[in-house]
Nanobody, 112 residues
Framework: QVQLVESGGGLVQPGGSLRLSCAAS????????MGWYRQAPGKQRELVAS???????NTAISVRDRFAITRDNAKNTVYLQMNSLKPEDTAVYYCLAGRVYWGQGTQVTVSS
């Protein structure tokens, strides 16, 4: 049984930082593609960043200079470091494992 537990979301002021975590069980993150997606109210879910089993990352152009996806194989966890956050980054952020399994999501709100 695959479980993905996201954490690290919250309320942050514009310009602030957050680090999201996706702790996986039942699936090995190092040999699967892992991704972070987000969905804002009234919008479609979109890819934020992904990391392949080989460690190759792909980050959306809109956040490429501010967000970074990393992976800790020992902890079987994937992270999304988000810097210089903007109000338009406000969304529910989801972890996707192996292109199949979704986490429950974590809310990120950027507001003053």
């Amino acid at each position: 049984q695959v479980q993905l537990v996201e954490s690290g979301g919250g309320l942050v002021q514009p310009g602030g930082s957050l680090r999201l975590s996706c702790a996986a069980s039942g699936i090995i993150v190092s040999i699967n593609e892992m991704g972070w997606y987000r969905q804002a109210p009234g919008k479609q879910r979109e890819l934020v960043a992904s990391i392949s089993s080989g460690g190759i990352t792909n980050t959306a152009i809109s956040v490429r200079d501010r967000f970074a996806i990393t992976r800790d194989n020992a902890k079987n966890t994937v992270y999304l470091q988000m810097n210089s956050l903007k109000p338009e980054d406000t969304a529910v952020y989801y972890c996707l494992a192996g292109r199949v399994y979704w986490g429950q999501g974590t809310q990120v709100t950027v507001s003053s």
